[in-house]
């Protein structure tokens, strides 16, 4: 019988609605090398590192009558060429131009009937860079038996080059694969009846799930785990009332925002507290702007609520090498205050870190896999974490999501094209207007706000405060 899908990552199948597609993106710009980078050259780099990620070719098949949860099944018609896409920008493409197709891309459902996953080369980009756009269902990456694709295609050095002056490394020739036969409707009935005899409430719960009953589900995790408590109190307490928190449509709008990693160092310094803080920070200094841009009341108590999903690894933890999965799942999901409405960013900061720290330190803390639990979820990476525990009750307890993911300080390559910056695109959740995602990278720090289309007419405006609200922290430095 063909893997099942855990109920985790089935619960994304039955959450996914046309204003809620789950999947997860990522864009990364690269540098064109002297050997050359085209679609032949990507397609031919997804090909050679396929086979590390098996997922990636096989496709979801449902149980008749949802007897139980679907299976993973070969794709006996995979198509790379068909996952793999080419797109263009008319030159010299700018950052406007690039963000506008991410977007109309990110917004679009991936097709069922397929591997859940999409990837595009987006070319004409100022200063001869490119572009890659990966999209993949939060159902296919698990964090421990599957990873994003992204991450398999990226090397820590450039490769060698053939006499032919191409890029040459490491998978080089692909292996033979040989598709699995695809089960039959009775063969996979059989199937779920041999479960349910040898698991009576497998059919019960398969169909509760299916149907969509959050409710049930977190009444049943709540009565489970003894962890609960601390997501208990702060689910009493109903997020702040803010713009960011209406009914969405199905379209998107993107933006990013490029900053300096050295930065955010300085003011850790400066004020003895993290990185992580100063983050928290200038997004709690942009949001403040932007809310005044619009009119909005912002008085001196108020906030706007993140859940924060972090690596809770200290710096000597860091890898020196980048390997697939590399990172690990050692995170921990707090539900932040933010101060907007303190106009010192000094004081801000302060306010930041106090409650980061009273959160390590007490039961406050709700950890990573007992918040995902609670939403029917498990981690797969940091960014889609957040995506995972923002689904369920995210409209009552928190604003937004906010997920910070520790990058490698030293460059990688995808077939000898190097990788300048990475910009996360987080889905959002139902009822939340935006998500907030960013990377450190190669000695920056690179955002990418992915907003409602029809909410977020400014969302290009609350990016470019990002700049502002980190100088204003930096200013506070001697």
């Known amino acids: 019988m063909p893997p099942r899908l855990s109920p985790l990552d089935a619960s994304f199948l039955y959450l996914e609605q046309p204003t809620t597609p789950m999947h997860v993106g990522a864009v990364s710009i690269v540098e064109r090398p002297p050997s050359g980078f085209d679609y032949d050259t990507l397609v031919g780099l997804v090909e050679q590192r396929i086979a590390l990620v098996p997922r990636y ?39 406007e131009q690039l963000t506008e197709l991410v977007a109309r891309l990110m917004s679009r459902p991936l097709d069922p009937t397929r591997p859940l996953w999409e990837m595009y080369l987006v070319e004409g980009l100022e200063g001869g860079r490119s572009a890659i756009l990966t999209k993949t269902h939060q159902a296919m990456v698990d964090g421990i038996s599957a990873i994003d694709i992204g991450q398999v295609i990226l090397d820590v050095a450039a490769p060698e080059t053939n006499g032919d002056g191409r890029a040459r490394g490491p998978g080089t020739h692909p292996e ?39 409710v049930a589900t977190v009444g049943k995790v709540a009565g489970g785990f003894g962890q609960l408590f601390s997501m208990a109190r702060t689910a009493s307490r109903r997020a702040p009332g803010t713009p960011l928190n209406v009914d969405i449509s199905t379209q998107r709008r993107f933006a990013i925002a490029r900053t300096e990693l050295e930065a955010y160092r300085r003011v850790r310094a400066a004020h003895g507290c993290t990185v992580n803080d100063v983050v928290l920070s200038v997004v709690a200094g942009a949001l403040r702007d932007w809310l005044l841009s619009r009119g909005e009341p912002v008085r001196a108590g108020s906030s706007v609520r993140a859940m924060v999903p972090l690596s809770v690894r200290g710096e000597a933890d860091v890898p020196s090498s980048a390997t697939a999965g590399s990172l690990g799942n050692r995170v921990s999901s707090f539900i932040v205050d933010l101060p907007v409405g303190e106009p010192s960013p000094v004081v801000r900061l302060h306010h930041v870190t106090h409650a980061m720290r009273e959160h390590t330190a007490s039961a406050h803390s709700v950890g990573a896999d007992t918040l995902v639990r609670i939403g029917g979820f498990a981690p797969p990476t940091l960014h889609a974490l957040g995506a995972r525990a923002a689904s369920g009750m995210s409209k009552r307890i928190f604003n937004l999501v906010v997920t910070n993911v520790p990058g490698p300080q030293f460059p990688l390559y995808a077939a000898g094209a190097r990788m300048l910056e990475m910009f ?55």
């Open 176 to 214: 033979l694969w040989m598709p699995r036969p695809e089960p039959t409707d009775v063969e996979l009935v059989m199937g779920a009846v041999a479960e349910a005899v040898a698991r009576p409430g497998l059919v019960v719960e398969t169909a509760v799930a299916a149907a969509g009953d959050a």
């Open 424 to 478: 996360p695109v987080v889905p959002l959740a139902k009822g939340q207007a935006l998500a907030i995602g960013l990377t450190s990278y190669d000695g920056g720090v690179y955002y990418g706000f992915n907003g409602d289309r029809d909410a977020m007419p400014d969302v290009e405006v609350l990016a470019g405060l990002v700049d502002e609200a980190l100088e204003e922290l930096v200013g506070t430095v001697n």
């Open 57 to 95: 070719r096989q496709k979801v098949r449902h149980v008749p009558a949802n007897l139980a949860r679907p299976v993973w099944v070969d794709d006996v018609d995979f198509d790379v060429a068909y996952h793999v896409r080419r797109s263009a920008l008319p030159k010299p493409g700018s950052d």
